[in-house]
């Protein structure tokens, strides 16, 4: 079943999607180039599905979930398949690393940890498929009341393209591992290997027509995924503007939906902090994956009596990253395309001639293809926090550091954008690390640390703009069911 390079078309390695556990093409026959991100050179294709691929994917998930063999299984054989899952991505973990890298330009040890977090995924939610139950409610004389956990149905996941594998397989964990079947339309920019999980996922004993992935462009194939009618709920993680049009497109057939929408994650560092320790910390937050990262830590913020020092240390720490081909597996690769490329640059310029001063730069590999989409990053110093590279999400390599007064302030700051996905605080007070954790608006706060690193058991997810929905850990098997509640009159 290994389809995702095996048929050459003009030489250009031809993927398929797959729908009802068949390999198909669009009907339309058109494709889509893959591009490899670290020299911009064509390596593949994938299918340009239009409104009738969609819809044959949703009634293949439709007919699955209504009357087939997935419709009759347990929780316990859900489970099973998940967890069978994750062995065959474990076998196939050096393809997935590969193909996964090659796909998106992230360095080779990020493409290995982004297979170990996948394998994690499918095991977690294995076990956990059968440890979800309802609950009995103390009612009436003369009535029993219970709930029961069902799925509801079809999900979309429309997923992006900064960690396909892993956002892939947080939404499909936790959507089979609760009984409903998944129509997946990852991004046009990174499907490779959200097609060989649904090939894996066949072998694994999902029934066909349980795990369909369609590929395209959002404005078509998503476009026509979030607004059909078959479609039962939506889970998305993007940006904020395209979460707003899916929102919209869903709202038509008032389907519920879960929406990771991206953040402008704070790191705060009190003056007294083991600084050391929090160094690499604040640096890998936000080259991690380029900075394509939705939990990306893309401000610090510094204490006064410490400023000069934190600020002097991260900019020599920043002069020295230096990003190259994924295959050298240097301190970052390079960005996704090149209107990411386009789009970061123009941010960081705007900064720049908004009065931003740049204390550090990295560097580009001198061996790095010019035509790959490389970006140096780049550390900004005392930004106002009214610039628009303070307030909006860069998703690139660029971090913007900011002095606070004291712990009020830094709260102030941390809360002062329209996000709220993420944070660090960084001191050894006890009871300010409390305090804080409890103010800073984020869907997880990290006292002493960042980053989940995979972090499966964690829930996550955001307020305000940073979206709606928590997806990780048990809480989104609860997003990816609905409670039923029976009511028996037996006098
Ligand atoms: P980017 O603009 O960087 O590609 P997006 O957040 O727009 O980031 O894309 C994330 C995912 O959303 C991708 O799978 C993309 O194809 C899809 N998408 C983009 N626009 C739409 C849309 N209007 N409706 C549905 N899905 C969309």
């Known amino acids: 079943m290994n389809t995702h390079l095996s048929t050459a078309e003009g030489g250009v390695a031809a993927a398929m999607q797959l729908i009802g556990g068949a390999s198909v ?4 026959g058109r494709r889509i180039e893959v591009v490899c991100p670290s020299d911009g050179l064509p390596f593949a294709s994938i299918p340009r599905s239009g409104d009738e691929d969609v819809d044959a994917a949703v009634r293949a998930a439709r007919q699955a979930f209504d009357t087939g063999p997935w419709s009759r299984m347990t929780a316990a054989e859900r489970g099973r398949c998940l967890t069978r ?7 196939h973990a050096d393809e997935l690393a590969a193909l996964e890298s090659r796909d998106t330009g992230k360095p080779a040890r990020q493409g290995r940890a982004d297979v170990a977090a996948t394998m994690r995924y499918y095991e977690f939610y294995g076990g956990a498929a059968d440890k979800i139950h309802g609950d009995t409610i ?6 029993t009341a219970l709930t029961l956990r069902e799925p509801h149905g079809v999900v979309a996941g ?3 393209w900064n960690y396909p594998l892993q956002i892939l ?3 499909a964990g936790a959507a089979l591992a609760m009984g409903n079947t998944l129509v997946v339309k990852p991004a ?16 694994a004993g999902f029934p066909p027509g349980v795990f369909n992935v369609i590929t395209g462009y959002g404005r078509e194939a998503g476009a026509a995924l979030s607004a059909h009618p078959g479609v039962d709920y939506v889970t998305f993680t993007g940006s904020p503007l395209t979460g707003t049009a899916i929102q919209q497109a869903a709202a038509v057939n008032n389907r519920g939906v879960t929406m990771e929408l991206g953040g402008k994650s704070p790191q705060i560092v009190f003056a007294d902090a083991d600084i050391e320790a929090a160094l690499p910390v604040l640096v890998n937050a936000i080259t991690q994956n380029g900075g394509q990262t939705c939990s990306a830590g893309s401000r610090v913020l510094v204490e006064r009596p410490v400023y000069e020092k934190v600020a002097a240390a991260l900019a020599a720490r920043f002069s020295k990253l230096v990003a190259g081909p994924h295959d050298a597996d240097l301190d970052l690769g390079p960005l996704i395309s090149a209107k990411q490329k386009e789009r970061v640059a123009g941010m960081v310029a705007a900064a720049e001639e908004a009065g931003a001063a740049v204390l ?4 580009i590999h001198p061996d790095a293809p010019a035509s790959g989409y490389y970006f140096a990053p780049v550390l900004f110093g005392s930004v106002d926090p009214g610039m628009a590279v303070a307030q909006q999400e860069v998703f690139g390599p660029v971090l913007a550091l900011f002095p606070f007064d004291d712990e009020a302030d830094a709260v102030r700051l941390a809360n002062g954008t329209e996000f709220g996905l993420v944070a660090g605080v960084w001191t050894k007070d006890g009871a300010r690390q409390h305090r804080v954790a409890k103010k800073v608006r984020a869907g997880q706060v990290f006292v002493n640390g960042y980053g989940a690193g995979g972090g499966i058991e964690l829930p996550f997810g955001g307020f305000r703009k940073s979206g709606h929905g928590r997806e990780k850990g048990f809480e989104a098997l609860y997003d990816m069911s609905a409670t039923k509640t029976v009511v028996f009159n037996h006098g």
């Open 25 to 28: 093409e669009a009907r339309a």
């Open 85 to 91: 899952l994750g062995l065959l991505v474990e076998r």
């Open 138 to 143: 103390p009612f009436l004389d003369g009535y």
């Open 158 to 160: 429309i997923i992006p």
């Open 169 to 171: 397989s947080r939404v």
């Open 188 to 203: 046009e920019d990174a499907s490779l290997t959200a097609i060989r999980i649904a090939e894996l996922a066949l072998e």
């Open 360 to 363: 550090a730069r990295g560097s």
